[in-house]
Each structure stands twice: as structure tokens, then as C-alpha cells.
């Protein structure tokens, strides 16, 4: 009978209490990270996420960006059970440190869902920015990717540290900067190609040749197959060439029309 008690008395309402709740907590942390997985995989992230750089450094740790995320929630309600059943046992400091988490929770969980978007957007852009400017053949324009990945990764962070009520008047100060440098940037980089779309413009609007016609420009000539906003492609022969238009401004062109 003593023995029975004894074994009795190690079953305390608090040591119940406890074990049920981390029991609980584990349940519904499994749960919400299954849930999560699917309303995630069900709105499309998987397919918005693949070729970032983010997908692939999960992919290289075994994981993908969707699982991941559901983990962090899991874990995140686990350490919750946790601190909960340090309070219960009267911790020390474990109120507190309850009260703080619960204080803190919804920020740094949101700052962290921010800061993912931005990277997975930043990765985005780039693909798209890197898609839209393939057929340009002009080095600098390799950049430009990279400048729109990071320009929205550096609004993400500054989003997050408002969350996070960090003073961010220098950084904002530092991105007005930083768009002033890309527009500087942009002006000496691409200052022929803007003479060329601004000299395009108006071989477009004023059409003192059209395609068909046999044009030369300095020592290049032939037929005029395309005009674009940046070029005018003419034919010769066999051989092809690509004027800028600020060349025809600048040199002049003779033109012999061949219209029906």
C-alpha cells in the first residue's frame, strides 16, 4: 500500500497537468505544421519560390521553403508548450520570460514571414528583370538583375525592423542614397543607349526611312530590314549590321527609297 502511494504521489496535478499539456502542445504543433504545408502548397508557393536562391540553399540542407516554414510554426508553438509548463512548475523568471515571448511573438514572426517574402521576391525580380533584358546585348545591363534583387530584399529588411520598432530613419536616409547612386549609375552607364531610344523615338515618329529602303550611314549602308527604338538593322549582301541610332544623328544618312 505505501509502495502504491508512494508511486501515486509522483503523479502530482502539476506533473499531469504538465503532461498533458506538452502532450497536447506536441499534437497541435504536428497538426499546424501539416496544415500550414498544405494551405502554403495549395496557394502556389512552391512553383513562386522555385529557382530562387533561397529554394536552392534549402534544396542544398535537404529541405525546400515550404517545409521549412512549417517547421518554424511547429517549433515555434513547441517552445511555447515548453515555457507555458516552465510556468506551471513556477520557474523562476518564467512568467516573465512568458509574458515577454507573448509581448514579442507576433513581431518576430511576422518580421521572419516578411523578411522570406522579400527573398523570395528579390529572387523573382531578378529572374524577370534578367528575362526582360536577355535580348540586350550591352554589358552593363548585367547588373540591373542584381541592383532590383537587392533593392527588395533592403525594403523587406526595412519593413522588418519596423516591425520590430528599431529606428530606421538612417537606413531610410541610406536608401534615398542608394536610389540616387542607381539613377546617377544609370545616366553615365547608359547614356548611349538612352541617345539611341531618344534618336529611335524620332526615326519612329518622323520615318525618314522605312524598311525597304537602302540607307548609308558613315562607311555602313544597305537595306533596312528592322528599326528599333535602340538600332537600325540593315543588310547588305551577305553581311548584316546593326547602326545605333544616335549614329545616324550624329553621321547623317543618305537614303535611296525603294518604295511600291
Do not use: H
Not at 188 to 209: C, E, I, N, R, W
Not at 220 to 245: A, D
Amino acid at each position: 500500500m505505501q509502495i502504491g502511494e508512494q508511486i501515486l504521489s509522483l503523479f502530482s496535478e502539476e506533473i499531469v497537468l504538465i503532461s498533458l499539456l506538452l502532450v497536447v502542445g506536441a499534437i497541435v504543433a504536428q497538426v499546424i505544421a501539416r496544415r500550414s504545408k498544405k494551405i502554403l502548397e495549395s496557394i502556389g508557393i512552391p512553383e513562386a519560390v522555385e529557382g530562387t536562391s533561397l529554394e536552392r540553399t534549402m534544396g542544398k540542407m535537404g529541405t525546400s521553403t515550404v517545409v521549412m516554414v512549417s517547421k518554424i510554426s511547429m517549433w515555434l508553438i513547441i517552445g511555447g508548450t515548453v515555457l507555458l509548463a516552465l510556468t506551471i512548475l513556477d520557474v523562476n523568471y518564467s512568467q516573465s520570460l512568458v509574458e515577454a515571448t507573448a509581448d514579442i511573438f507576433p513581431s518576430v514572426f511576422s518580421s521572419l514571414l516578411i523578411f522570406l517574402t522579400g527573398v523570395v521576391l528579390g529572387d523573382k525580380a531578378e529572374i524577370l528583370v534578367a528575362r526582360s533584358l536577355r535580348g540586350i546585348k550591352v554589358s552593363e545591363v548585367g547588373i540591373i538583375p542584381k541592383i532590383a534583387k537587392y533593392s527588395v530584399i533592403y525594403i523587406s529588411i526595412l519593413i522588418v525592423l519596423g516591425q520590430l520598432d528599431v529606428a530606421t530613419n538612417a537606413l531610410v536616409v541610406l536608401l534615398g542614397a542608394y536610389a540616387l547612386s542607381i539613377v546617377a549609375f544609370s545616366a553615365v552607364a547608359f547614356s548611349d543607349m538612352l541617345k539611341s531610344t531618344a534618336a529611335g523615338l524620332y526615326l519612329v515618329l518622323t520615318q525618314p526611312y522605312v524598311i525597304g529602303d537602302e540607307i548609308r550611314v558613315g562607311d555602313t549602308g544597305g537595306v533596312v530590314q528592322e528599326i528599333t527604338m535602340l538600332v537600325t538593322r540593315v543588310e547588305s549582301g551577305e553581311e548584316e549590321c546593326m547602326i545605333p541610332n544616335d549614329r545616324v544623328f550624329r553621321d547623317g544618312v543618305s537614303t535611296k527609297i525603294n518604295r511600291d
